[in-house]
């Protein structure tokens, strides 16, 4: 027990968690917290927008798998940070929000810059607390770290009064969370492993699609054992890009309605799928209707409310992806001499090499999947890429191979254009020594780019690659197939020169105009330690493909 | 997928302090599940709180319920009451007009009959108090609908398993 105030127990309690960055802004409301930031070790990264900071805290932890924090002041402050919130409650990301509040005496009454931060974000955090005592401080950050770290992680939220910073009281920092409605499963069910082991085991087709799960648990390994004790491909959703290497044999890409050619038909002609850390999304199914139709799904997740929303498994397994692939293979190698699969085999490598070919290159103008491709021939494979959304995520997705997971952070639940950029930021906090890429689209990088700011500030030196197709081209893309080329409100009229914006900030900047020119500034980027924006001019004509329709069944694929 | 519609009852044990029915109510309305009653109240210990929610759905909808219920950090044990091994009751207070003794003599005769309590009176008024399952409040009530009913205030269904035949204790 030792006396002190709020804001010093809150400080001493994130030290505990071996927090040592927060992502932030202050304001009124927050004042004595930052004042006791003041004399402390923790660093303090100014961000331009609390939008940012939950963005950065979110790409600090998708890298490092440890929980990011951010923080802002009351009212617009706490405001701010929803966009971000919301998006790392999708994608299940672990970080802690801290808000500062109005003093208690204030709540409700509609005081300066007072909001229900609380009622607000119910919906879009894993659980979120309002501190009434100071001395619940100690106690309540470390449920809020817990609680966002285990289980299906996810976004925690604390709300701060500001009377609760500056009262004196008695702390104890050594409270053992315990929460009678909390109790992750982690270990898989023995009987419902065996009966997965054995549809496995008698399948002649199966296949494996990984999602975010199987990165947030870190069970590459064991993912990449079975599939090559099965033959079984793996394809992955967008969050789960990278959890096996993609130059691997047995890796098919992404699936779903930008998904590979490979990884659409093979899980359309399984006769077993394996599902493993994802939540079925009607992005990575198509028309849920004809999903896998001949196959038997085993649905493997830690989340039991994920089991059976979107599709009914055959076989559901409520646990960690980890432990779940290990009992599983343990039981198949128990019982099972590898196959001979190579009908199978060559079936995949087949679809596989459709993919390659629309890797076409051109010298005269630069087409993004040979961009992506070159981006990958030159960054080292720990390289962590992250994208902003639309076309530009996709081609991401679909043309830049990742080996390794933690080194492909997307906005995928969410899609949250302006989320690349300020998430680059925060990987780079985490993983300084690794190059991070921003894959930006024009509109996307407009929407956060004032971070380039702290980005210089902070000598956080980020690559933002600029597909610039001076379109909102997603957006341009559907209203080109699906609303008979009725453009409208697409075209980014008053977009700015890329290369002045970067430089007015002290920011690097390059245009280039093809994968020669490309391909040098790239490499001045790598070895330069300021922030580098590329600015690619690309055809406003270009389409994603592969693409599948919305709610169309995953074989309706179009290919031009 | 064609599943049989049925009413459902679903006792939640919870947490009792400020903002659980919040979490609560905005889980259903967020994820459309569309509720026919709750009714909470402090449970075997003052930090905690049982809710009682009944709710139409096939069974998957349940399934999804109970899931989502579970989900929340402030719900610590939830299960499906079998309503062949429940005691559910309700709690209505009606007002009903009496503008003579006629009418009044016949109201009271059936509030007899129901076991029912007269908590109010007034000069053309009386004021009832009846407790049962729902489908014996449901038959009170429209026994009284002629009389003209002024007021009607119902609780909802309060429920416990009847001893140790919580048949489902969901699930995993
Ligand atoms: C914050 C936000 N607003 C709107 C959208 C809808 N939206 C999806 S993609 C897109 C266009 C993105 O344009 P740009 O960043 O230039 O990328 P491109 O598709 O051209 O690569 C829009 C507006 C969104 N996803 N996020």
């Known amino acids: 027990m030792s006396r002190m105030s709020g804001a010093k127990a809150l400080i001493e309690a994130l030290k505990r968690e071996k927090v040592e960055v927060i992502f932030g802004i202050p304001g009124g409301a927050i004042l004595p917290v930052y004042d006791a930031l003041y004399n402390s070790d923790i660093k303090h990264i100014l961000m331009r927008h609390e939008q940012c900071a939950a963005h950065a805290a979110d790409g600090y932890a998708r890298a490092s798998g440890r929980v990011g924090v951010c923080m802002s002041t009351s009212g617009p402050g706490a405001t701010n940070l929803v966009t971000g919130i919301a998006t790392a409650y999708m994608d299940s990301s672990p970080i802690v929000a801290i808000t500062g509040q109005v003093p208690r005496a204030f709540i409700g009454k509609d005081a300066f810059q007072e909001t229900d931060i609380i009622g607000i974000t119910t919906p879009i955090t894993k659980c979120n607390f309002q501190v009434r005592e100071a001395s619940e401080i100690p106690k309540i950050v470390k449920t809020a770290f817990y609680i966002a770290s285990t289980g299906r992680r996810g976004p925690v939220l604390i709300d701060l009064p500001r009377d609760v910073q500056t009262e004196e009281s008695e702390m104890s920092f050594d409270y053992k969370v315990e929460l009678r409605g909390y109790k992750p499963i982690y270990d898989p069910h023995p009987l419902q492993v065996e009966k997965a082991a054995n549809l496995l085991i008698q399948a002649e087709r199966p296949v494996i699609v990984a999602g975010g799960g199987v990165i947030a648990s870190d069970a590459s390994p064991e993912l990449l054992a079975l599939s090559e004790l099965l033959i079984a491909p793996v394809a992955t959703t967008l969050m789960g890009k990278g959890a096996i290497p993609e130059n691997h044999p047995l890796s098919i890409g992404m699936l779903g309605m930008h998904g590979t050619v490979a990884a659409n038909y093979l899980v359309q002609e399984a006769d077993v799928l394996l599902a493993v850390g994802t939540r079925f999304s009607d992005r990575s199914t198509g028309n849920i209707k004809t999903f896998c139709p001949n196959g038997k799904i085993i649905h493997v997740d830690i989340d039991a409310s994920e089991i059976g929303k979107n599709i009914k498994p055959y076989v559901p397994i409520v646990a960690d992806a980890k432990r779940a692939l290990k009992a599983i293979y343990d039981r198949i190698v128990e019982k099972f001499n590898r196959k001979e699969r190579s009908t199978w085999f060559n079936r995949i490598q087949e679809l596989k090499r459709m993919h390659e070919e629309l890797i076409k290159s051109d010298n005269e103008r630069i087409r993004p999947p040979a961009l992506m491709a070159e981006i990958r021939n030159i960054l080292p494979n720990d390289a962590i890429i992250t994208t902003e959304v639309g076309q530009n995520q996709m081609w991401a997705a679909l043309y830049l191979k990742v080996y390794k997971p933690r080194k492909f952070i997307s906005s995928g639940g969410l899609g949250t254009m302006g989320f690349g950029f300020p998430a680059a930021i925060g990987a780079k906090v985490a993983c300084p020594d690794v190059p991070v890429v921003d894959i930006a689209g024009d509109g996307s990088f407009l929407m956060t780019e004032q971070d380039l700011a702290s980005s210089i500030a902070w000598k956080i030196p980020i690559i933002v690659v600029i597909l610039n197709n001076l379109v909102l081209g997603m957006v341009a893309q559907w209203q080109r197939l699906f609303y008979g080329r009725r453009y409208f409100a697409v075209e980014l009229k008053g977009i700015p020169d890329f290369v002045k914006l970067a430089e007015a900030y002290g920011a690097q900047g390059f245009r280039v105009q093809s994968i020669d020119e490309f391909r040098r500034a790239f490499k001045e980027a790598l070895n330069s330690d300021v922030t580098t924006v590329i600015d690619v001019p690309i055809s406003p004509e270009e389409n994603v493909l592969p693409m599948v329709p919305p709610g169309q069944d995953l074989k309706n694929v179009m290919l031009s | ?172």
Do not use: W
Request: net charge neutral; charged share 30%.
């Open chain 2, 1 to 172: 997928m064609g599943e049989e519609k049925k009413t459902y009852m679903i006792s939640a044990l919870v947490e009792h302090r400020p903002g659980v029915l919040y979490s609560i109510s905005n889980m259903f309305r967020r994820r459309g599940f569309n509720i026919e009653s709750i009714s909470v109240g402090e449970a075997e210990q003052p930090d905690l709180a049982r809710m009682t929610i009944t709710i139409k759905g096939d069974e998957t909808l349940v399934e999804q319920v109970v899931k989502q219920l579970k989900k929340l950090i402030c719900v610590i044990k939830v299960s499906i009451l079998d309503p062949n091994n429940t005691v559910a009751r309700e709690l209505a207070l009606i007002k009903v007009n009496t503008p003579d003794t006629k009418i009044r003599t016949d109201v009271i005769n059936y509030v007899e009959i129901f076991k029912g309590h007269i908590v109010d009176v007034s000069h053309d008024s009386l004021t009832i108090e009846i407790t049962g399952d729902t489908d014996k409040i449901s038959a009170f009530i429209e026994l009284m609908k002629p009389f003209g009913i002024k007021e009607i205030a119902r609780t909802g269904i309060a429920a416990l398993p009847r001893e140790m035949k919580a048949i489902r204790m969901e699930t995993e």
